[in-house]
């Protein structure tokens, strides 16, 4: 299922409204401005998600992953390189911090940043859509590409259905640029991605959710 250049417009609109709140939210958290950016917005198979993440040659990715429930359901990841991941505690915490220090604080940091950004980019949905769904609890995750994006690892957003086919599922692949105010003057960032994972049928619902949308302008 492709989207027209109209619907994926919208929705990357939809996506930066989330990434201003999630900014403004971890800004007030750590006490310093923090920039987030969406460079790049796809809708891809299943199988491409997994090679735009892949590229980079990460042998661990660290992840925190949420799934949603409801009318609309499906799985949202948050992605970073496994080697950049205490570079970005670093940066939300402070550059001073000890590396033992950092490293305990790893996974509580990233849940935070996690909780904070993917909650803001699926409450864009809600802001804007007339559908309903429910947020699990966030998990944090230490994997490589392919286990992070195996669907057969996500069966609460992606039950096992007799016609179910992994070939069907798409996502949504965004890369996101992290950055501190600091960092933005010396022209340095931190990439990271948002993958949510659909089934065919959250995709159709989302389509036409589009679609009633754009018909009112």
């Known amino acids: ?3 027209s250049d109209l619907e994926q417009d919208a929705l990357k609109e939809f996506f930066n409204m ?22 790049q917005l796809a809708v891809v198979s299943h199988r491409r998600a ?35 991941s205490l570079e970005l505690v670093r940066t939300l915490l402070g550059e001073n911090m000890p590396l033992e220090a950092l490293t305990e604080l790893e996974q509580e940091t990233l849940l935070d940043v996690g909780n904070v950004i993917l909650n803001a980019f699926l409450s ?8 309903d769904f429910e947020f699990e609890a966030a998990e944090f995750l230490k994997a490589n590409c392919e286990a992070l994006l195996d669907l057969s690892a996500h069966r609460i957003a ?9 070939a069907d599922e798409q996502a ?16 340095n960032s931190l ?5 949510l994972l659909f089934s065919k049928e959250a995709m159709e619902i989302l389509k036409k959710e589009l ?4 018909s009112q302008f």
Do not use: C
Not at 158 to 166: G, L, Q, S, T, V
């Open 158 to 166: 992606f039950p096992n259905k007799p016609d179910w086919n992994e």
């Open 50 to 84: 997994v090679e735009l993440v892949n590229h980079q040659d990460e042998d661990r990715l660290v992840a925190v992953r949420q799934n949603f429930l409801g009318e609309l359901s499906g799985t949202a990841l948050l992605i970073f390189p496994g080697g950049k």
């Open 211 to 214: 679609e009633r949308i754009l």
């Open 191 to 195: 990439q990271g991605y948002v993958v």
């Open 124 to 131: 864009s949905f809600t802001q804007m859509m007339n559908l």
């Open 172 to 187: 949504f692949f965004l890369m996101m640029d992290f950055k501190t105010e600091d960092e933005e003057q010396a022209h």
């Open 18 to 39: 989330g990434l201003g709140m999630a900014a403004d939210s971890l800004s007030q958290m750590v006490k310093k401005e923090i920039l987030l950016s969406l460079p």
């Open 1 to 3: 299922m492709e989207l």
